[in-house]
């Protein structure tokens, strides 16, 4: 029973939890602010653990690579290749060009971790890289190819929407009761 309610309250995160037919899809800090992404997996090898994905923001697309250690539930990824996705688009921001995030080798080295639900998946570590800071993705589901016309993957619902769809009709019942009470009672 001990082990079944450890169980309960840790979910384990499966071997195969970066298989190409998911998407990630999150935030990173950049000098303090978040910043949108996306992790599509391009491969994944579930005998050695190797991974390539493509990192993707809206002005630049970055190839990594690295070892997923199902024991740890870790993922170290390495940058190898930054290809710009607006060509012809200014960047907002002129410390975020490839030449500077090559220069500056690029990691991403994180921990796999799963929700309460048991279905839903969090990566999230550091970005080691100057003015870089934590980054945090959460498994969405099947790899979609992008494209204007496609729509965004829906989210499903979680334990924290489900419990906060209950709880503000309970609380406001239950203060709505106190009011009458006081009302009453004067």
């Known amino acids: 029973i001990v082990n079944l309610f450890s169980h309960l309250i840790s979910p384990a995160v499966p071997d195969d939890v970066f298989a190409p037919n998911y998407i990630w899809k999150g935030s990173y800090n950049y000098r303090g602010r978040k910043q949108p992404m996306t992790l599509s ?23 990594l690579s690295g070892v997923y250690k199902a024991t740890e539930a870790r993922l170290l990824l390495l940058m190898y290749q930054v290809n710009y996705v607006n060509q012809g688009s200014q960047l907002k ?35 080691q890289g100057k003015d870089y800071g934590q980054f945090g993705l959460q498994r969405l589901g099947l790899n979609m190819s992008e494209s204007q016309n496609s729509t965004p993957p829906q989210l499903g619902t ?26 009453k009672q004067r």
Do not use: C, H
């Not at 491969?43 to 970055?62: D, W």
């Not at 002129?94 to 090559?102: D, E, N, V, Y």
């Open 41 to 63: 997996i391009t491969s994944f090898n579930s005998t050695t653990g190797r991974v390539n994905v493509t990192l993707s923001n809206s002005n630049l697309e970055l190839l």
């Open 93 to 127: 921001d002129s410390a975020i060009s490839p030449a500077k995030i090559m220069e500056d080798s690029w990691t991403m080295d994180g921990f796999v971790s799963a929700e309460p639900d048991g279905s839903t998946y969090v990566f999230q570590g550091f970005i």
């Open 158 to 183: 979680n334990s924290s929407s489900v419990a906060i769809a209950i709880l503000v009709p309970f609380f406001a019942l239950i203060f709505t009761g106190f009011g009458f009470y006081l009302y």
